[in-house]
């Protein structure tokens, strides 16, 4: 059905379920994929940061003439970029070093404006910077990592739109990496208030096992947290983690393009390969989803 709209808010959300039918083996469950990737701005990022300025809005936090801050080393400076160009507001992304090469260009075009922070600080080291930046008056820190809007969206609209896919039925499973932890939290409460018995499950990378017992490292997947437990994960709510290693994220991501035709990000084929084996875990009859993050 050809649709009309008039501003790129009325682009994010209601995406797709993807079944994935090649990657996945024989006898397991099935495993769906919902395709944040599809929103406009191509990722997830794009409900947290929408409904974040929204309620800032409602709320009287922010002004036009403000400019809006954010911490990121992934797919919100996009976002946010995108919406703050939208709505007239000026953006600004804080990002450790060597973390904003990608984005660049695309941010560039929205006329954002970067701050890199020292890389040895890591993703503290930026959000030290934001704050301190937004503690000046013309200035809105979104704070996606404590910002209860972030989880809220999830539990309010990602989470319905899962059920609503199978009318009404509630999955067997839930699967998601974790990096400011709203995804996993927001769809896994309402999920879970839904069908008690659901399992679960947070990916985190093997080489950076920070959910399992707290040990900091280095992952080369942006968007799964390495450095960072943010307080918006329930670390009550899931059932288990599930450790992929960064090779094994590479190669489902490659078998996705290649089988299922599916061109994702990293992070998403992290998360599609925990899932493919808490799906061989359920077997048959059963189903599991996951999300695809995004497409960068």
């Known amino acids: 059905m050809e649709k009309i709209v008039s501003h790129i808010s009325e682009?994010?959300?209601?995406?797709?379920?993807?079944?994935?039918?090649?990657?996945?083996?024989?006898g397991a469950a099935d495993v769906y994929?919902?395709?944040?990737?599809?929103?406009?701005?191509?990722?997830?990022?794009?409900?947290?940061?929408?409904?974040?300025?929204?309620?800032?809005?409602?709320?009287?936090k922010?002004?036009?003439?403000?400019?809006v801050v954010e911490v990121t080393d992934g797919n919100a400076s996009i976002s946010l970029a995108m919406l703050a160009a939208a709505k007239g507001y000026r953006s600004i992304l804080v990002m450790p070093e060597g973390t904003s090469a990608a984005y660049l260009p695309q941010l560039r075009m929205y006329d954002a404006e970067v701050i890199e922070t020292p890389e040895s600080e890591g993703i503290n080291g930026a959000i030290k910077a934001a704050v301190e930046l937004s503690q000046q008056d013309g200035?809105?820190?979104l704070n996606q990592y404590r910002n209860l809007a972030n989880t809220a969206v999830h539990e309010g609209m990602t989470g319905p739109e899962i059920v609503d896919a199978f009318d009404g039925k509630y999955p067997d499973s839930f699967v998601a990496t974790a990096g400011t932890g709203g995804t996993l939290t927001g769809?896994?409460?309402?999920?879970?208030?839904?069908?008690?018995?659901i399992e679960l499950y947070a990916v985190e990378t093997e080489e950076a096992p920070i959910l399992?017992?707290?040990?900091?490292?280095?992952?080369?997947?942006?968007?799964?947290?390495s450095d960072y437990l943010s307080p918006l994960l329930?670390?009550?709510?899931?059932n288990g983690v599930i450790r992929i290693s960064s090779q094994e994220a590479v190669e489902m991501t490659k078998r996705l393009a290649r089988e299922e035709g599916l061109l994702l990000a990293l992070s998403s084929g992290a998360?599609?390969?925990?899932?493919i084996e808490v799906a061989k875990k359920l077997g048959t009859n059963k189903k599991v989803i996951t999300i695809s993050n995004g497409d960068y």
């Open 139 to 141: 200035y809105f820190y």
């Open 62 to 67: 922010i002004s036009p003439s403000d400019a």
């Open 234 to 238: 329930d670390q009550t709510l899931y």
């Open 187 to 197: 769809v896994g409460k309402y999920l879970r208030a839904g069908n008690p018995n």
């Open 11 to 26: 682009l994010i959300g209601e995406t797709p379920l993807f079944k994935l039918t090649k990657v996945v083996p024989s």
């Open 212 to 225: 399992s017992n707290e040990l900091k490292g280095e992952s080369a997947i942006s968007g799964i947290s």
């Open 33 to 60: 994929v919902k395709l944040e990737s599809l929103n406009i701005g191509h990722s997830i990022k794009d409900r947290v940061v929408l409904n974040i300025l929204e309620v800032a809005e409602e709320q009287g």
């Open 271 to 275: 998360a599609i390969a925990g899932a």
